[in-house]
């Protein structure tokens, strides 16, 4: 990101260059292993990327918010009174939705300039949408000095800003991978308590690809509601032995000892997905800690099975994209990640063979599918803040 043409963009834009605008940054992220285990109650394992948004910002002289982007043409002022209202299924509802969050916890504030720059490939899946969400966020306690809010605050707010204004009954992981994200660690987050640990994640000759099968997910959101009905299903038969409100509050083996009390065999196999794959994040947990990158990405391969077999919410192209990879040697562990139905995998691969992956699953891939795939090296950053300086 060319930090300098973007200020010279502000400026175009709003003028007055003698008044300089402040600038934030929130990464994106992917979640390593721990997948349809958030709204659960269960365990994930997501780290912060070096893609994500920045934003431009300072207090303006008129009781009106100026929202611009880089990568949308759609541009627009607001007056402050009607902040509340959403604009058609435009891009400014994600910060719109964090400004009416201050609002309702009656924090008072004027007009702004700002401008947003993303460089999250589109539609990859790395979580764009809780990426302008938190950047807002933490640029408004900057800016309006809440230092009330600490970012656990911030990435509640911003959960509830999408499940409120936005619309979308998303879980807390991706806010809390943005928030919480430090250089070379992964969060280790138990989504029903919301305690975290940061898990060290150097690694030192490997490299992480994420693999977008640009396959479009129109079947994602209502067989994510499937899913989530058919594990309520699962807690209402196992609820019979022992209270229970969430598959995430047993342990494999629990479940191992309860699982003929669910009659139904298909729903069964969700509810072994998601309980073999809370057991295997703390198991991957166990494997960074140990420093065993390569047991770790069998797990990875684990999780991906278990996805396609029990939970089936693979489909053909991430699974041609999975097995491409994990048939090369040197691509130590390679899963889907997201809701599934296409969307992306992730790859952990060593450093040498980076090329030649992907070369040969690009080539495989699209041979099998008719697209085109894109390619992204990862590398594991540090959450949302502020980037000081930054004047050219």
């Not at 292993?33 to 910002?57: K, M, R, S």
């Not at 964090?98 to 009656?106: G, P, S, V």
């Amino acid at each position: 990101m060319n930090l300098s043409n973007l200020t010279t963009r502000f400026f175009e834009l709003y003028g007055n260059p003698d008044e300089k605008p402040k600038l934030f940054f929130a990464p994106g992220r992917v979640n390593l292993i721990g997948e349809h285990t958030d709204y659960n109650g269960g365990f994930v394992l997501p780290c912060a990327l070096q893609y994500g948004t920045y934003l431009l910002i300072r207090h303006s002289a008129g009781p009106v918010m100026r929202f611009a982007s880089t990568n949308m043409e759609f541009r627009t002022e607001i007056p402050l009174e009607r902040l509340s209202e959403k604009v058609g299924s435009q891009w400014v509802n994600y910060p719109l939705g964090i400004f009416d969050q201050f609002r309702q916890m009656n924090i008072a504030f004027g007009g702004f300039d700002m401008l947003f720059s993303g460089d999250i490939p589109n539609s990859a899946g790395l979580s764009s949408s809780a990426s302008i969400e938190m950047v807002t966020a933490y640029a408004l306690t900057v800016m309006l000095n809440a230092g009330q809010l600490e970012m656990v605050d911030l990435v509640k707010l911003s959960q509830r800003s999408e499940n409120e204004f936005i619309g979308l009954n998303c879980g807390i992981m991706d806010m809390f991978a943005i928030g919480m994200g430090k250089k070379d660690f992964a969060i280790f987050l138990n989504c029903r308590t919301l305690e975290y640990k940061r898990v060290s994640f150097v690694l030192n000759g490997f490299k992480l690809i994420i693999a977008n099968t640009n396959k479009k997910r129109g079947l994602a959101d209502s067989k994510y509601n499937e899913r989530v009905a058919e594990c309520q299903l699962a807690v209402t038969y196992l609820g019979q032995k022992m209270p229970l409100s969430k598959l995430g509050e047993l342990s494999f083996m629990q479940f191992f000892k309860m699982q003929d009390t669910i009659p139904d065999e298909l729903v069964r196999r969700r509810a072994r997905h998601v309980i073999s794959e809370n057991q295997r994040v703390l198991n991957a947990v166990s494997c960074l800690q140990k420093g065993d990158i390569v047991q770790f990405g069998a797990l990875m391969n684990a999780s991906h099975e278990s996805l396609r077999e029990n939970y089936e919410v693979t489909g053909f192209e991430l699974d041609t994209m999975v097995a491409a990879a994990q048939k090369i040697n040197g691509v130590v562990g390679a899963r889907m990640t997201g809701a599934g139905f296409g969307g992306c995998a992730v790859f952990l691969v060593t450093e040498k063979v980076v090329n030649a992956v992907i070369e040969q699953v690009g080539h495989e891939y699209e041979e099998k599918t008719g697209i085109i795939p894109d390619f992204y090296l990862a590398e594991v950053s540090d959450g949302v803040g502020e980037i000081i300086n930054h004047q050219s």
